[in-house]
Nanobody, 122 residues
Framework: QVQLVESGGGLVQPGGSVRLSCQASVSELTFERYAIGWFREPPGKEREAVSCVDSFGRANYSDSVKGRFTISRDNVRSTVYLEMQRLKPEDTAVYYC??????????????WGQGTQVTVSS
């Protein structure tokens, strides 16, 4: 139902910042009905939830990123952003976005992007 493309990853120093983007290949009318989540897969570890924003703009965060990461959405551009600040080496991971296909952050995703690598290292 939806294709997603992440971008913005790269190499960043500890304490630095980066903004990830997740653009969906659906119209504004469709996109604005979707909750969008960010997940990450650290090397050798399982994929974990990072953040989610529902169709109303309400956001949640995992404890490990709360206070450092900010999720936001631009429905006109069918895009969700993840602003990551004060990055730590343990934030190193492939970051994925997923669309739930419903308004709420329920954990049921219908589409995923291919991921973008974020490496936090000196």
């Amino acid at each position: 139902q939806v294709q997603l493309v992440e971008s913005g990853g790269g190499l960043v120093q500890p304490g630095g910042s980066v903004r990830l983007s997740c653009q969906a290949s659906v119209s504004e009318l469709t996109f604005e009905r979707y909750a969008i989540g960010w997940f990450r897969e650290p090397p050798g570890k399982e994929r974990e939830a990072v953040s989610c924003v529902d169709s109303f703009g309400r956001a949640n965060y995992s404890d490990s990123v709360k206070g450092r990461f900010t999720i936001s959405r631009d429905n006109v551009r069918s895009t969700v952003y993840l602003e990551m600040q004060r990055l730590k080496p343990e934030d190193t991971a492939v970051y994925y976005c997923g669309a739930e296909g419903i308004r709420y952050c329920s954990g049921s995703y219908i589409g995923w992007g291919q991921g973008t690598q974020v490496t936090v290292s000196s």
